[in-house]
């Protein structure tokens, strides 16, 4: 580009930033007899999706998903078990450009850490 008086400019596109992407899992309920192959499709999904950091939250079935998330290719991985501690840990991991993805049943309330995370006043049903 050139200025009015006619001299060259020079602009830059900013940085993009890349960040990481990390999915924070919690329990599916009322799934029943299909509940194991679910929550281990789940994490399947996470690394054939290229997901960076797998964080579950929950109990036995939340395991599976971790799990399988690791077999296919989810490097980091962690299990907490309950909102609060997530939200702490998301608060320590979390760098510019991470993208935070939620996936659980409305039982799990995992929007308590997206409000946690963002200011809100945390609340429940």
């Known amino acids: 580009m050139t200025e009015a008086d006619g001299t060259a400019t020079t602009e ?10 990390i999915a924070v899992l919690g329990e599916m309920l009322e799934l029943g007899d299909e509940a194991v ?3 281990r499709s789940v994490g399947k999904m996470a690394g054939e999706l290229g997901i960076d950091i797998v964080i579950g939250v929950g109990g036995d079935m939340v395991k599976q998903m971790v799990l399988y998330a690791g077999v296919h290719g989810v490097e980091q991985l962690a299990m907490v078990a309950d909102n609060e501690t997530a939200a ?4 320590k991991i979390l760098q510019p450009g991470d993208k935070v993805l939620m996936k659980a049943s409305r039982g799990g ?17």
Do not use: C, K, S
């Open 12 to 21: 830059t596109a900013p940085e993009p930033q890349a960040g990481r992407t």
């Open 109 to 125: 309330m995992l929007w308590q850490i997206a409000q946690r995370l963002t200011g809100q006043p945390v609340t429940g049903f």
């Open 88 to 91: 702490e840990f998301l608060e």
């Open 37 to 39: 192959e679910a929550h």
